[in-house]
């Protein structure tokens, strides 16, 4: 490879992945002590002998007696050393996963590691993809062939010194011994794979925002200690109540958290499997236990979900009070609705709800009345808040406890159903990585919306308006029928008349 080392990225040194990436160093250094680290030995690859080839389950192993941690979680440890390119393997190159058997990996080189900050170059990239091209005869995989004719196009006024390269670096490649072209091959391949992922699998280089602060510098020790000292009593006993709330807000939804605690029947995010989504659909007939759970946790859990907002709906109606939950429905979509209809619907609001003689009048206090009518003179998107604010209030400190105590609450967790786990196996895990498709943006499912929408007012049914037009033509008089023509003369009278018409 041709790396420059004269465009050092050192912004990377300020970003939060330096400070990960040089304790995984540190721990891969421990990994190939010969007397204490991960056993190798030379394994055979086909016909070729690969020096210094180590087996996943060796380094599983390894692993979970190091950190005295379960099998799992080790494995999960050494795929993130897989997917940054610290551990590549010798013959699954595309997957960049550690399987707990016997297949080949090898150490990557330091050269390599990611935190040399090499800077990532097509140039570079299109000489790997050259020298790949004359080595397999034109026979790449699809996303390098994509890749390469998307470069070739770009760097076609320098494409020459790009092949001139590939072809130095592939008779220099050819000199050496079989085992160490092989093994240079394998960690160049992986080092691209990991800054050049194939499409579907998700690039574990991808850096987020730059902080102001560096991370990696030196942390102070023992400053918080010394300045909560100067603290004045109410700022301490606001913090110590602060962290209460946090705490008991951390351990009430600690359960609820896909990345905190086990999904049922599957985490989507680790299995590809959509029926946790389809199961915590907004509008879904029959709502898992979990779901229900939170709907006690509080009153704006509630009515933050929909299905929880049906339910509510229900009760209410019941209790014959179901204008609170309409008209705070209906100040809800005036303040996030769009700025046309505003004023329409703060009209509609006032005549359903407030005006006197209201179908769905609601009782709120004079002055909460007397602020909102003076406000509708001008309406705006917050012209409604006192008047929402007390009903909610209302509905928070007088139905909502009951609620949680009627039969509808209760019929609906008994019906609420708790899906059972289920385990994937790695084939399956494969097979659900395959089928992996990117989501469509929100602008386009918006887009195919009005189109649809467009669609089912266009069709209309031919044999109604047919029948119409039969009525309508049974229904005219009949058309004017003009005298026998006899004549020459009368014939230009009644086209004269004709023409008049």
């Known amino acids: ?18 400070a990960c ?23 055979r690859l086909v016909i070729t002998t690969i020096p210094h080839a180590i087996t996943g389950e060796d380094i599983i192993a390894w692993l979970a007696d190091r950190f005295q941690v379960d099998t799992q979680e080790a494995r999960n440890f050494v795929s993130m050393l897989v997917a940054l390119g610290y551990i590549y393997p010798l013959q699954d190159h595309r997957r960049l996963v550690i399987k707990p058997d016997a297949s080949l990996y090898r150490f990557q080189t330091p050269y390599f590691w990611p935190t040399q900050q090499w800077p990532v170059e ?34 076609n006024h ?69 300045s909560f000292k100067h603290y004045t009593p109410l700022t301490r006993s606001l913090c110590f109540l602060c962290s209460r709330r946090l705490v008991k807000y951390c351990s009430t939804y600690k359960s609820h958290d896909p990345f905190l605690s086990n999904c049922l029947p ?31 946790f509080s009153f704006a859990e509630l009515l933050s979900d929909p299905r929880g907002r049906d339910d509510f709906r229900l009760f209410l109606k019941k209790e014959f009070s179901g204008e609170n939950l309409a008209f705070w429905e209906g100040c809800e979509d005036l303040k996030w609705g769009e700025a046309a209809t505003m ?30 009518v003076k406000g509708l003179k001008h309406p705006h998107r917050y012209v409604l808040d006192p008047a929402q604010t007390h009903i909610y209030m209302l509905m928070k400190k007088d139905s909502y406890g009951r609620y949680q105590k009627s039969p509808v609450f209760k019929d609906t967790v008994k019906k609420a159903i708790c899906p059972e786990e289920h385990r994937y196996s790695d084939a399956q895990l494969q097979q659900n990585a395959k089928k992996r498709r990117p989501s469509l943006s929100p602008i386009i499912l918006r887009q195919m919306e009005q189109e649809q929408r467009a669609k089912m007012a266009a069709n209309v049914d031919i044999t ?29 009278m009644f086209r004269d008349f004709y023409r008049r018409i």
Not at 1 to 18: A, K
Not at 125 to 138: D, E, S, T, V
Not at 346 to 370: C, Q, S, V
């Open 158 to 226: 320098k494409w020459d010194f790009v092949v001139m390269q590939a072809k130095e670096q592939y008779r220099a490649a050819k000199e050496r011994k079989k085992p160490d072209r092989v093994v240079f091959e394998c960690q160049e391949r992986a080092y691209w794979v990991v800054h050049r992922p194939p499409p579907g699998t998700v690039s574990a280089m991808d850096y987020g925002l730059d902080r102001l602060t560096d991370p990696n510098a030196d942390e102070v020790t023992g400053l918080l200690c010394c």
């Open 1 to 18: 490879m041709t790396i420059r080392n004269t465009l050092r990225d050192h912004g990377q040194r300020y970003r939060p992945r330096m």
């Open 464 to 492: 109604q308006v047919m029948s119409k037009l039969s009525k309508q033509g049974k229904e005219a008089p009949p058309p004017f029928l003009a005298p026998p023509l006899r004549n020459k003369h009368k014939r230009v």
């Open 266 to 296: 599957s985490n989507p995010w680790l299995t590809d499997d959509a029926t946790y989504w389809s199961l915590n659909m907004p509008s879904v007939e029959i709502p898992t236990k979990m779901r229900v759970e939170r709907w006690t």
């Open 21 to 43: 990436l040089k304790k995984a160093e540190k721990l891969l250094l421990e990994m190939q002590d010969p007397k204490t680290g991960v056993k190798s030995q030379p394994q």
């Open 343 to 372: 004023r329409e619907k703060a009209e509609h609001i006032y005549k359903t709800f407030l005006a006197r003689g209201a179908p769905r009048w609601i009782n709120i206090d004079g002055k909460t009345m007397e602020v909102t």
């Open 122 to 155: 097509d140039t570079d990239y299109a000489i790997y993809l050259a020298k790949r091209n004359i080595r397999k005869r034109g026979i790449l995989e699809l996303h390098e062939q994509e890749h390469y004719n998307r470069l070739h196009k770009w760097m």
